[in-house]
């Protein structure tokens, strides 16, 4: 099935926001606009760009549940007032993390209460965290991981034991109901299995979704991108007939809802043009999870470069913290002088005693590492910045760097990897790279760099990475 038929079933159909609840939402599409603040004039702003969707980069997951309510309701709040004056319908997506961590079903309730106090309702809540380039599937209503030894129950690997996400189902039905507390009964959540998507119709589908009401949950099953574009037909028709629909999706959803085919990473002649010559570049990681530990451990086999390491335990030190940071941002802007440089916090994960004391935790560590990297790119601005791991990469873009605006131009790697040109603030013209903590394979970090680098010199130099 064709990107275009849903290119023109797109014909007046709503515009999708996109709250994303952190940056890696973007990585599957290309030349979308995507806004870290939310005013009125913002989402305006976003809204005149005529592209069938647009990001709103809201960084829930760092959020304990009350702030996320809060932060949710005020964007979908912004976006009705903007949408109206602009003349424009809107439908909204709760972008979140295709190995299923976030906050669900609190994201798409409160998208619901505001809408239905602007008189509106939404009869059911699109399920789909399918991320097809990254791996992760869903079959026979079972969400899955493609590992080296092949697919792997969701429930069955590190992304479950999150200390602050964590889940025992793979179903996604039984998903819903353990994280609703069994508000949203499993028997209750509508499956549309890959026999429903491949052999049914349009039509045939589009009646399904249109007899679901009262917010029930409805399931995707995806093990490519044309199973979305199957079901997104059928939730466009269903949309032009009356139906209303939120949609908690991964980031394969997102490429099928504004009827994009899987592309071709960046060109090297647009790096060229985005990347600087004569700086080095700068690499911002705060994910900890073993995969990017490898691709760290991987770059360092591949290549020179000077490391800065934030001591988890010297940062959550109120006493020792500034100084600290203050000698991180000395060695890492001297050394931005001479050759590409990593910072980074130490590897030992520090946990709290719970959920709450944990994501505290995960904050300060955050709010540290972004405000070094804001001294060292006020210090020496690089030629490029890529931030490593999902919150990471929010807290850097509008803590570090001030982006407001941007447009996500595409991928650097195949179906992963976003790049950003923000265009407003004191990063307008910098090339940022998210990056999230758990995609990619153990090269894919060195891989990045050796595109980005590889772009500010001219062609045929025969420069490359060196031990």
Same mark, same amino acid.
Request: glycine share 12%; hydrophobic share 40%; proline share 4%.
């Given at each position: 099935m064709a990107a275009a038929q849903v290119?023109?079933? !797109? %014909?007046? &159909?709503?515009?999708?926001?996109?709250?994303?609840?952190?940056?890696?939402?973007?990585?599957t599409v290309r030349d979308l606009p995507v806004l870290t603040r939310?005013?009125?004039?913002?989402?305006?702003?976003?809204?005149?760009?005529?592209?069938?969707?647009?990001?709103?980069?809201?960084?829930?997951?760092?959020?304990?549940?009350?702030q996320a309510a809060a932060r949710d309701r005020d964007v979908v709040e912004a976006c009705l007032a903007a949408a109206g004056r602009e003349g424009v319908a809107l439908a909204f997506a709760s972008r979140s993390d295709s190995t299923?961590?976030?906050?669900?079903?609190?994201?798409?309730?409160?998208?619901?209460?505001?809408?239905?106090?602007?008189?509106?309702?939404?009869?059911?809540?699109? !399920? %789909?965290? &399918?991320?097809?380039?990254?791996?992760?599937?869903?079959?026979?209503?079972?969400h899955w991981l493609r590992s080296a030894g092949g697919l792997l129950p969701v429930a069955d690997s590190e992304f479950a034991r999150d200390a602050t996400f964590g889940y025992r189902s793979s179903r996604l039905a039984d998903w819903a109901a353990e994280k609703s507390g069994g508000r949203i009964p499993a028997g209750e959540v509508v499956e549309l299995t890959l026999d429903d998507l491949r052999g049914g119709t349009t039509d045939g589908l589009r009646e399904r979704l249109a007899g679901t009401h009262?917010?029930?949950?409805?399931?995707?099953?995806?093990?490519?991108?044309?199973?979305?574009?199957?079901?997104?037909l059928a939730i466009l028709a269903a949309e032009r007939g009356g139906s209303s629909f939120v949609y908690r999706i991964g980031p394969s959803f997102v490429r099928a809802r504004v009827g994009q085919a899987a592309q071709p990473p960046v060109g090297r002649g647009t790096l060229a043009g985005l990347v600087g010559a004569g700086a080095h570049g700068l690499v911002v990681v705060g994910s900890h999870v073993a995969l990017t530990s490898g691709q760290l451990a991987r770059l360092a086999e591949r290549r020179r470069f000077v490391g800065v390491e934030l001591d988890v335990p010297a940062v959550l030190d109120d006493e020792?913290?500034?100084?600290?940071?203050?000698?991180?941002?000395?060695r890492a802007a001297a050394a931005l002088g001479e050759d590409l440089v990593v910072l980074s916090t130490s590897r030992n994960l520090v946990e709290g005693a719970d959920e709450g004391s944990s994501l505290d935790i995960a904050r300060r560590v955050s709010a540290a590492l972004t405000r070094t990297a804001r001294r060292v790119v006020a210090a020496r601005r690089p030629a490029f910045v890529v931030a490593k791991g999902g919150i990471t990469?929010?807290?850097?873009?509008?803590?570090?760097?001030g982006i407001r605006r941007a447009w996500a131009r595409g991928s650097l790697l195949p179906g992963i990897v976003s790049l950003w040109e923000p265009v407003s603030g004191p990063a307008a013209g910098l090339p940022y790279v998210v990056f999230a903590g758990n995609?990619?394979?153990?090269?894919?970090?060195?891989?990045?760099?050796?595109?980005?680098?590889?772009?500010?010199?001219?062609?045929?130099?025969?420069?490359?990475?060196v031990p």
């Open positions: 290119r023109r079933a !797109l %014909a007046g &159909a709503r515009r999708v926001v996109f709250l994303d609840d952190d940056p890696t939402g973007t990585q939310w005013s009125v004039d913002d989402v305006r702003w976003a809204l005149r760009r005529e592209t069938p969707g647009f990001f709103v980069l809201t960084n829930t997951r760092s959020l304990t549940p009350g299923l961590r976030g906050h669900f079903p609190l994201e798409t309730d409160v998208i619901g209460e505001v809408i239905a106090e602007r008189g509106g309702t939404v009869d059911a809540v699109v !399920l %789909a965290p &399918a991320y097809v380039d990254a791996g992760r599937v869903t079959i026979g209503g079972v009262g917010g029930r949950v409805v399931a995707l099953d995806a093990a490519e991108d044309d199973d979305l574009r199957a079901a997104v020792r913290a500034e100084e600290h940071i203050r000698g991180a941002v000395q990469s929010s807290d850097v873009a509008t803590g570090a760097l995609v990619g394979d153990e090269d894919a970090l060195a891989d990045v760099i050796e595109r980005l680098e590889s772009a500010s010199r001219p062609q045929g130099s025969g420069e490359g990475m």
